[in-house]
């Protein structure tokens, strides 16, 4: 069995230019890495360009709009702080991209109150939204304070040059006014509905507000409707695609099964908020309850610029000692750490309305250094290949009824290293990517950033891609499948394509880099 897979990754590697000579100093002494095999403790760069994370901090939730004026995408973010002022923190902070490969920062867009008792002390999460009517820009923004006597509340700035803006401190919206919370009010999302209204939805105790405007000044409650059962929803979204109205909204719920961003479904605004009052028997029809990426994707909203739909989430830093003690700290249990770097996906609505999320196109186009690909060592199950850069895409087709693998920072020497394995799942009829710390001294199956169940090809056929920048790691599969990962010490380390007691036929194997 080895034989076999090992023959066929052999006549199957494409490569178009020789790896270059990588250097690396100690002192007077250089290191030539052409042809060795050993683990290296490499380290991230200071700042990410294709999942952008700032030189300074990261990034907490996205806010994504797409400004017509200026066309391109702007994404406004949560700046998170190694170290935040005790009360006035989160900051909304911004970038620029016309394709979601390439991020020109805008830095800070709209500052925190300044003093510990000014409602928005600290900033959260919200949406941006242009006004055709009076040639504004709005941002819709939770201010939170515990100081106040409302926790949460929503507020409002505007401008009209985005770059100018002003505070509205006569005006908010709170929430115990309409009989919600006072505790949790936040995540306002703005957008038109059928009616030709603006909607606002606001997340808030098991429950989100509903309310309309005419204007984007003026807003009347018009009710409420549930979220998913005893799951509290944060960071909504809705918009319309085709035909379709789409729900998107992260789960809060903390078991490691369910924190995921997913979606509901309907042919109107008024079907969509129905669905939530039956959440079980109204689950879009793709087998895994309309879930979207890994639980390393996380507060994730849309935007669109008439064309194509992306759709921005964050993929959280980890914590630890070393590379191998913050790769396996995920969080199963609890919360992963909050805010890191941002990841995009194309947005992929299939015949019958059901979406998944795929590359975004532009990512070729940057990754666009062919790397040859040469085979270091054959193993038992496993062929161990070249090293990686600090950017990557590694593509190739793997045709297969049975369970196989891509391992990062793995060496030669490594008694521990990464996987993705992409699972046989119900006898083989779905598929699932499982996260594991493999090697004599691994432990196994990681629980906190398992991916989730879809459709086995009829084909047999996986045409796999994976992007990463630096640490984080995104795999897609048959754009029907993608799976977010933050997993440290890929660049300058070996990878490797390994198969579990059966046939796996791997081929058109590339890698390229910028």
């Known amino acids: 069995m080895k034989t076999f897979y090992n023959i066929i990754l052999f006549a199957s590697l494409i490569g178009t230019a020789c790896l270059s000579c990588t250097k690396e100093s100690y002192g007077d002494t250089p290191k030539n890495w052409e042809g060795t095999s050993e683990y290296f403790a490499s380290a991230d760069e200071k700042g990410f360009g294709t999942f952008y994370t700032p030189a300074i901090g990261r990034c907490g939730d996205p806010m994504p709009f797409y400004d017509s004026k200026a066309g391109e995408f702007k994404v406004l973010y949560l700046q998170e702080y190694e170290i935040n002022s005790t009360y006035n923190f989160h900051p909304i902070w911004g ?14 867009v709209l500052p925190t109150g300044t003093s510990i008792l000014e409602q ?16 504004l820009y709005y941002i819709y923004y939770t201010g939170h304070n515990g100081n106040c006597t409302n926790r ?3 507020l409002r700035a505007t401008s009209p040059d985005f770059k100018t803006w002003t505070k509205d401190l006569l005006w908010s919206l709170k929430g115990d006014t309409d009989g919600y919370s006072k505790t949790d009010f936040r995540d306002p999302q703005i957008f038109k509905a059928d009616d030709g209204k603006w909607h606002m939805v606001i997340s808030s105790n098991l429950k989100f507000a509903d309310y309309v405007s005419d204007n984007l000044k003026d807003w009347t409650h018009v009710g409420s409707f549930n979220m998913v059962w ?3 929803c944060e960071c909504p979204d809705v918009f319309k695609m085709g035909e379709w109205w789409y729900f998107i909204y992260s789960e809060g719920y903390r078991a490691p099964w369910s924190r995921k961003v997913k979606y509901m479904m309907a042919k109107s605004w008024n079907d ?4 939530f009052g039956d959440p079980g028997a109204h689950w879009p029809a793709d ?33 630890g000692s070393d590379i191998h003690e913050k790769n396996i700290n995920v969080g199963a249990d609890s919360e992963p750490a909050w805010s890191g770097a941002l990841v995009c996906h194309k947005i992929i609505q299939h015949p019958d309305g059901t979406l998944t999320v795929g590359a975004v196109p532009a990512l070729d186009a ?3 250094q062919s790397k040859e690909v040469t085979i270091l060592e054959n193993g038992d199950g496993f062929t161990l290949y070249n090293r990686l850069g600090a950017h990557n895409h590694i593509s190739f087709t793997a045709t297969t009824e049975d369970k196989f693998g891509v391992s990062l920072v793995r060496g030669s020497d490594s008694k521990k290293y990464y996987t993705m394995v992409v699972n046989p799942e119900d006898g083989g009829a779905n598929r699932k990517i499982n996260f594991e710390q493999e090697g004599e001294e691994g432990k196994g199956f990681i629980e906190g950033v398992d991916g989730y169940k879809f459709a086995s090809p009829a084909d047999k056929k996986y045409k796999v891609d994976i992007y990463t920048d630096n640490s984080v790691v995104v795999m897609y599969i048959n754009d029907v499948c993608a799976y977010t990962n933050r997993i440290y010490g890929i660049q300058k380390n070996c990878w490797s394509i390994n198969t579990y007691d059966g046939e796996v036929n791997v081929e058109n194997i590339k890698v390229s880099q910028y």
Not at 95 to 108: I, M, P, Q, R
Not at 272 to 275: F, G, P, R, V
Request: proline share 1%; with cysteine; net charge negative.
């Open 120 to 135: 928005d002390a600290a900033i959260g999460t919200g949406c941006c939204v242009f006004n055709e009517a009076d040639q």
């Open 366 to 368: 940057k990754y666009n």
């Open 95 to 108: 970038v620029s991209t016309k394709d979601g490969a390439n991020y020109v920062s805008l830095g800070e």
């Open 287 to 319: 087998g895994k309850e309309g879930i979207l990426d890994s639980r390393a994707f996380y507060a994730a909203k849309t935007a669109s610029d008439g064309t194509d739909r992306y759709i921005w989430g964050w993929c959280p830093y980890r914590i």
């Open 152 to 154: 949460e509340v929503v």
């Open 230 to 232: 005893d799951r509290m």
């Open 272 to 275: 969509l908020k129905a669905c």
